[in-house]
């Protein structure tokens, strides 16, 4: 329930966190997990969840940015407490900020182990380097016929005490699509590449190669860690697969706002910009004070639905920056009344997946986009913030 004078709120069950972790450590039983925090823990608030994360015995955090990963370091997350990998390297990078927060980072291209090198140097401090392979996903990592010079130019550094190659690893494009031929074509790009590596001379500490979609889909892809976004929260990467509940995963997330007005219009009205939804007949039309600039998708424009007082209701015209209406058909729930915009489902109230397909998303842009005026509520931890 809202607190008293609270436009809207997040609320983040970090007791379904737990048990999220818990159930994807079943599903690779075999391989360490990380906890991927990047986005701001994918909206959840990346802090509360590592320190969660960290408390049911994680010992492994994935960020995107340098910048993500040293506020996790600056927060108090000590390297003996997790290991921190970073992937997302631009030029000019905080190499040397990184280099003595003792994060792990990712080197996909000679111009990254360059600047990284000339970092290891100024500060005196080795490196820890995962190299990444472009198995097939096309973005980041480094092509096969690239990986011989890199490679090669990693364990040249690592001889001369500058660096150690702790991790070799790649990213799947459609682990989500199961069937898809591409993913057996990664799964053995990635075995050749991680082969010739070994031969080279390395000999890394973890290998991985599986993010949520494959930690729940493919085991045979696990080796010796998992990387688990988008699953660790409890909104399922495989929808067509199976719902959260079908992996014993529970939405840790949910929103919700209060009516800030309810008032009754006449038939023929119309409602928001562009008045692309107009009343049946006499109706009742309810204020909910959240918009775009909330996260809420102007894409659910008069299709996505949230519950108010026990009943659906329909998004009606367009999601406005602050606000968005919804008929509520005659009904006259008070001024105040919470509405449930998305949640785990358990009340009767749409899910992030309800949202996605209202918006023609992925849930994970569902959740991700839910602004910083919004504020969070955690419940249920058991770690710094029990």
């Known amino acids: 329930m809202l607190a008293e004078g609270v436009r809207a709120e997040v609320a983040v069950d970090l007791a379904a966190l737990r048990g999220n972790l818990a159930a994807l450590r079943g599903k690779a039983p075999s391989a360490d997990l990380m906890a991927v925090v990047k986005a701001d823990g994918y909206g959840h608030g990346a802090l509360p969840c590592a320190l969660e994360a960290l408390a049911s015995g994680v010992r492994w955090l994935g960020t995107a940015t340098p910048e993500e990963a040293l506020a996790l370091r600056a927060a108090g997350i000590a390297p003996e407490q997790a290991r921190i990998l970073c992937w997302l390297w631009t030029p000019g990078g905080p190499w040397a900020q990184a280099l003595r927060a003792r994060i792990d980072v990712s080197v996909s291209g000679q111009w990254a182990l360059t600047e990284l090198l000339e970092a290891v140097r100024a500060t005196g401090i080795p490196a820890r380097v995962h190299l990444k392979a472009d198995t097939g996903l096309g973005r980041n990592g480094c092509q096969p016929h690239d990986w011989p010079e890199l490679v090669g130019a990693a364990l040249r550094a690592e001889a001369e005490g500058l660096l ?65 976004g988008l699953a660790m ?45 107009h009343t049946q007949g006499e109706t009742t039309l309810g204020l909910v004070p959240v918009g775009y600039a909330d996260g809420i998708p102007r894409h659910a424009s008069s299709t996505g639905q949230v519950q108010v007082a026990g009943k659906w209701r329909t998004v009606a015209g367009r999601v406005a920056m602050d606000q968005f209406v919804v008929d509520l058909g005659g009904d006259t729930p008070e001024v105040g009344e919470q509405v449930l915009i998305f949640g785990n489902g ?10 996605a397909r209202a918006s023609g998303t992925i849930a994970y842009e569902i959740v991700t986009r839910i602004g910083s005026r919004v504020p969070r509520r955690y419940l249920g931890g058991t770690g710094a913030l029990g």
């Open 164 to 228: 150690q190659v702790v991790g070799i690893w790649s990213h799947f494009a459609c682990a989500d699509e199961p069937g898809h031929p591409s993913v057996r074509a990664q799964q053995e790009a990635f075995a050749a590449m991680l082969a010739y590596a070994e031969r080279a001379g390395a000999a890394p500490e973890v290998r991985h190669l599986a993010n949520s979609p494959a930690t729940l889909l493919y085991p045979e892809s696990h080796y010796d860690l998992v990387r688990t």
């Open 233 to 277: 929260y409890g909104v399922s990467p495989v929808p067509e697969v199976g719902s959260p509940a079908d992996f014993g995963l529970r939405p840790v997330m949910s929103l919700s706002a209060r009516l800030a007005l309810v008032k009754q219009v006449p038939g023929g009205h119309g409602v928001s910009y562009g008045h692309q939804y």
């Open 346 to 355: 358990e009340r009767g109230e749409p899910t992030a997946e309800d949202w």
